[in-house]
């Protein structure tokens, strides 16, 4: 066997390890990437192939803290503020409202950031939340944001961003938001203190169970990461973890066309969303 089939074989073996963990699926393609990143784990360890590593994974006693290093290593994180900013609006200025005017009880109307990578997604949804007054004005929120990559999570409860993260979002919020600190930005207390941020993979189905029923959920581009069955997993778990008429938003490249009948298209007025059924 060459080194290269060796590679490949075990390639395929780590494949299948962090899509058991993780529902992430990575094609051949990624073998060339994956293999670089987890690279310097085989040295860290003293082991000399990536078959040894795939072993290591699955057997060894300190699996369990390996796979969350891994998840650090080849999660793909890319994110910024007010990504795909028409969702964000539609959940402030119609979701949010049209939840609070059928409300019958003074529970806080709750909002889930799932795959919510260092934090740019649901920090968007305070600001947003902030701009509108909406505290003010008596609604009661909470926003719950979680990643499987601890790094991330860390990243996001520091709340320093570099300039390359405030791409698309209007300087006006930047300068009311943050405070610059060198080169960095820092996202301001009373955003933060709106975000509830922990470390939790969307397959972990014990942590799930002890999750509250949200109103709205935001998971977008995480599944396109993933392959049929994991995406039938998470999204299964986003129509429990929904109250009636909740509402889920995906990324712009991902759908729920023919794959599912637990939700139904929504249009809002300049965004897509899915309505909760049943
Ligand atoms: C491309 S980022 C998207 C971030 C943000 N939602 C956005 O749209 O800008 C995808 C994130 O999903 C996270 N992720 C992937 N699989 C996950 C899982 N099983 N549980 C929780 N987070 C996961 C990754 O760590 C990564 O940070």
Redesign the pocket.
Known sequence: MTMEDHNQEAFKLIREVIYQ????YFSDDYQKILLKRLEKRLDFHNLSSFYDYYYYLKYNKDSDQELKIV?NLV??????FF??EGQLKALVEEVIPEIFNKKSDPSPIRIW??????G??PYSIAILILEQELHQRGFNLEIFA????QE?IQRAKIGEYMKSSFRTMPVFYREKYFTPKGDKYVIKSEVKSLLNFSC?????RNKLTFLPLFDAI?????I???NKE?KQE?ITQFHKSLKKDGYLFL?HSESLMDFTDLFKLKHFKNALGYEKVG
């Open positions: 963990h993780s529902g992430m998840m999660t793909i994180r890319e994110t910024y990504r795909e950031c799932a795959g919510c990578s260092s740019e997604e979680n990643d499987i990559s991330a939790m993979n969307l397959l972990d935001f998971c977008r581009n995480v396109i990461y993933f994991s998470v990324g």
